[in-house]
């Protein structure tokens, strides 16, 4: 089977472009346009090795490699980055990344540094290794911040009380807490959640906060979801 590797960038010719070259050079590729998705997808279905530009909208590259860290994920993982200041590319190193490419690049040196990252790993660039491949691990439960909820069952509970949720408000919550600590720009949201960004004059997000607050909040209990003034929102227990 050839190695798997989740690509995260928000330029689409460029993703495009790179997708289909690492495709011919024998990887099987997964292709998503923010670092949202690339979370989720991570999630969903490990990959052998992450592709992730620094720049994107909402969650960036450095904030991927954050959250997959302090979640012990430790997939190797490749930066594509426009940032050519040495002080740039430590942020990166510190973030969690392995390696960097630097923008404009030439497809030869990400398949050399893709193939180098693997060999750390036991893999062999776009050839599996001789160990039985990894299996996805089955999501079950999320928890953050007094919170826990099951996607496949779509059940959510706080500090054990169920949370009677219609389907937009648990989509919102369950965006919220697979990136809790995380600021999410409306934008990013309205994009996750309805895949259309209705403008900043919309009070539809702020309507569906309010509601998910109401649910969740408890007399005595710290509020979990925050508003970022001029920003959007964040899920933290504080």
């Given at each position: 089977?050839?190695?798997?590797?989740?690509?995260?960038?928000d330029?689409?010719?460029?993703r495009?472009?790179?997708?289909?070259?690492?495709?011919?050079?024998?990887?099987?590729?997964?292709?998503?346009?923010?670092?949202?998705?690339?979370?989720?997808?991570?999630?969903?279905t490990?990959?052998?090795?992450?592709v992730?530009?620094?720049?994107?909208?909402?969650?960036?590259?450095?904030?991927?490699?954050?959250?997959?860290?302090?979640?012990?994920?430790?997939?190797?993982?490749?930066?594509?980055?426009?940032?050519?200041?040495?002080?740039?590319?430590?942020a990166?190193?510190?973030?969690?990344?392995?390696?960097?490419?630097?923008?404009?690049?030439?497809?030869?040196?990400?398949?050399?540094?893709?193939?180098?990252?693997?060999?750390?790993?036991?893999?062999?660039?776009?050839?599996?290794?001789?160990?039985a491949?990894?299996?996805?691990?089955?999501?079950?439960?999320?928890?953050?911040?007094?919170?826990?909820?099951?996607?496949?069952?779509?059940?959510?509970?706080?500090?054990?009380?169920?949370?009677?949720?219609?389907?937009?408000?648990?989509?919102?919550?369950?965006?919220?807490?697979?990136?809790?600590?995380?600021?999410?720009?409306?934008?990013?949201?309205?994009?996750?959640?309805?895949?259309?960004?209705?403008?900043?004059?919309?009070?539809?997000?702020?309507?569906?906060?309010g509601?998910?607050?109401?649910?969740?909040?408890?007399?005595?209990?710290?509020?979990?979801?925050?508003?970022?003034?001029?920003?959007?929102?964040?899920?933290?227990?504080?």
């Amino acid at each position: 089977m050839p190695q798997t590797v989740l690509l995260a960038e928000d330029d689409r010719a460029i993703r495009h472009a790179l997708e289909r070259a690492l495709t011919l050079e024998g990887y099987r590729v997964t292709a998503v346009a923010d670092g949202v998705e690339a979370l989720a997808q991570a999630h969903r279905t490990p990959p052998d090795v992450l592709v992730l530009d620094v720049m994107m909208p909402g969650i960036d590259g450095l904030q991927v490699c954050r959250v997959l860290r302090a979640e012990g994920d430790r997939t190797p993982i490749l930066m594509l980055t426009a940032l050519v200041e040495t002080q740039d590319r430590i942020a990166g190193l510190d973030a969690g990344a392995d390696d960097y490419v630097l923008k404009p690049f030439d497809v030869e040196e990400v398949f050399a540094r893709l193939r180098a990252l693997l060999r750390r790993t036991g893999g062999a660039g776009g050839v599996a290794p001789v160990e039985a491949p990894r299996q996805p691990v089955p999501e079950r439960y999320l928890e953050a911040a007094g919170l826990k909820m099951d996607p496949q069952a779509r059940r959510a509970w706080r500090d054990g009380r169920e949370l009677e949720l219609t389907r937009t408000e648990f989509e919102l919550l369950e965006l919220l807490v697979r990136n809790s600590g995380i600021v999410l720009d409306h934008s990013t949201i309205y994009d996750r959640i309805w895949g259309y960004d209705f403008g900043p004059g919309s009070k539809n997000l702020a309507v569906y906060v309010g509601y998910l607050r109401r649910k969740l909040d408890e007399p005595g209990a710290p509020q979990l979801i925050h508003t970022v003034r001029g920003v959007g929102y964040v899920l933290r227990a504080d």
